[in-house]
């Protein structure tokens, strides 16, 4: 007892008496202002290594600014808020009118303390290979979870003087948004939630069948344009019979690029997250099954290093679903199989920590939501807020048909987010708008 006392009086000290010095700065291109704020790595103790936390605010255009900042949470895990500063500023126009927009990025990513591990490489030993990585960083592995984000940000307000944040939050970003939320209530002004699932929801519980969905969606769009159905008229089918035969013999589909059956899968799912990348599913499966590998090969993404906090998070938080077990009927049964392998392979050597309660349950609030969802989202399904509004009663769920992933940025739902945070409701938000935004035409040759 006296430890935690201890912790909360050391953690109350932090914030209360920390000051964040600003000195002008461009940040891609964008005039802003820049700082670092030192934190505990260790937030329950206080104790031990401090790390700094880059900081950005683009101040609001109509001075003074609304005390209650416009904060940006990345999504990932591992993206770092900061690197998306100009398109934030961009997008979000209209909030920035009378509002800062605040950047933080979460600690391990970006200019916070980055600690990053190489992808293990499948014919190494992955313990070796883990092992060695965690020993070779300045950081301890049990230190850059959620929670420790959502403290982090509380931090960083209380030293800049913000009265309240208005949290808009994207895929991961909208995990850290609830789990802020659950732990720093008061803090809270509004929250857009851009590509969520709720706390108490596995992801990896719902992937394989949330992915089939996606698809679905994809084939029945096809068969609705009669250019689309005309060009790839069995295209469902052939994907079907690669994902098997390449299973049996993966294909070398380019110089050094292998790809088995759950390989292709992958890319597949990849591609369904964007309305963009997914009108192009048909041509590529249809040219693929006649052995044109061009289109497919200009879909496989690059491999990079991952931050620890990415393998911190994967490994301890219940909400990521790591138990899941298949089958479950889908195309993608095979990829979530290999991802669960290889997730627990890394996780067996990535030390445990245990996450609180703000990370378990499902969070009950009466701040004013705006959960934003692609109508085919391969990932965060409107199915994946389901009971939202039970749980947050002055929560609105805003669907944009036939899109998949992160869809803040599309048609008219920038300017309803700016209406949003401007009102602090969403209660009469005309989303009507919602409809005339179409996915881009599928690509036919």
């Known amino acids: 007892m006296l430890a935690s006392a201890l912790a909360i009086l050391l953690a109350a000290a932090t914030t209360s008496q920390a000051k964040l010095p600003l000195r002008p700065c461009l940040v891609q291109g964008v005039g802003a202002k820049c700082g670092t704020l030192l934190v505990p790595e260790n937030r329950d103790t206080g104790i031990g290594p401090r790390i700094g936390l880059r900081v950005v605010i683009v101040p609001a255009r109509i001075r003074p600014a609304r005390p209650d900042a416009f904060a940006y949470l990345a999504g990932g895990p591992g993206s770092a808020a900061t690197e998306q500063t100009a398109v934030v500023n961009s997008i979000w126009s209209g909030v920035h009118e009378r509002h800062d927009i605040l950047l933080v990025d979460q600690r391990g990513t970006g200019g916070s303390h980055p600690l990053a591990c190489p992808p293990p490489d499948p014919n190494d030993d992955v313990g070796v290979t883990i092992r060695a990585c965690l020993a070779s960083l300045n950081g301890d592995p049990t230190q850059y979870g959620t929670a420790a984000a959502a403290d982090d940000l509380e931090t960083v307000r209380a030293a800049l003087g913000y009265r309240t944040l208005n949290l808009y939050g994207i895929?991961?970003?909208?995990?850290l948004a609830q789990v802020y939320l659950a732990r720093h209530p008061?803090?809270?002004?509004?929250?857009?939630?851009?590509?969520?699932?709720?706390?108490?929801?596995?992801?990896?519980?719902?992937?394989?069948?949330?992915?089939?969905?996606?698809?679905?969606?994809?084939?029945?769009?096809?068969?609705?344009?009669?250019?689309?159905?005309?060009?790839?008229?069995?295209?469902?089918?052939?994907?079907?019979?690669?994902?098997?035969a390449w299973n049996a013999r993966p294909a070398a589909i380019g110089p050094g690029v292998t790809l088995s059956g759950n390989d292709l899968a992958?890319?597949?799912?990849?591609?369904?997250?964007?309305?963009?990348?997914?009108?192009?599913?048909?041509?590529?499966?249809?040219?693929?099954?006649?052995?044109?590998?061009?289109p497919l090969a200009q879909q496989i993404p690059s491999a990079g290093d991952n931050p620890l906090m990415f393998w911190s998070i994967w490994c301890n938080e219940q909400w990521v679903g790591l138990d899941a077990r298949g089958p479950w009927g889908t195309y993608l049964d095979g990829y979530a199989a290999s991802q669960l392998d290889r997730y627990r392979s890394v996780c067996?050597?990535?030390?445990?920590h245990a996450e609180p309660a703000s990370n378990l349950a499902r969070v009950r609030s009466r701040v004013p939501v705006l959960a934003l969802v692609g109508g085919a989202d391969p990932q965060d399904p409107v199915a994946n807020i389901a009971g939202l509004a039970a749980a947050m009663p002055k929560a609105r769920i805003v669907v944009l048909p036939e899109h998949g992933h992160g869809v803040g940025p599309y048609g008219c739902l920038?300017?309803?987010?700016?209406?949003?945070?401007?009102?602090?409701?969403?209660?009469?938000?005309?989303?009507?708008?919602?409809?005339?935004?179409?996915?881009?035409?599928?690509?036919?040759?």
Not at 206 to 212: T, V
């Open 266 to 294: 992958g890319v597949i799912q990849l591609m369904t997250l964007n309305a963009s990348s997914a009108a192009a599913i048909p041509l590529v499966v249809s040219r693929a099954s006649r052995g044109d590998y061009a």
């Open 186 to 244: 008061r803090s809270v002004r509004s929250v857009v939630l851009d590509g969520a699932t709720l706390l108490d929801v596995p992801f990896f519980g719902r992937f394989a069948l949330n992915g089939q969905r996606a698809l679905d969606l994809v084939a029945r769009r096809c068969v609705r344009e009669p250019a689309c159905a005309r060009a790839f008229p069995g295209w469902t089918l052939q994907l079907r019979s690669l994902v098997e």
């Open 414 to 445: 920038p300017n309803l987010v700016s209406l949003f945070v401007n009102r602090g409701s969403a209660a009469a938000l005309d989303v009507r708008c919602v409809r005339a935004t179409r996915p881009p035409p599928f690509v036919l040759r």
């Open 348 to 352: 067996a050597y990535v030390p445990d």
């Open 171 to 175: 895929s991961y970003g909208a995990t």
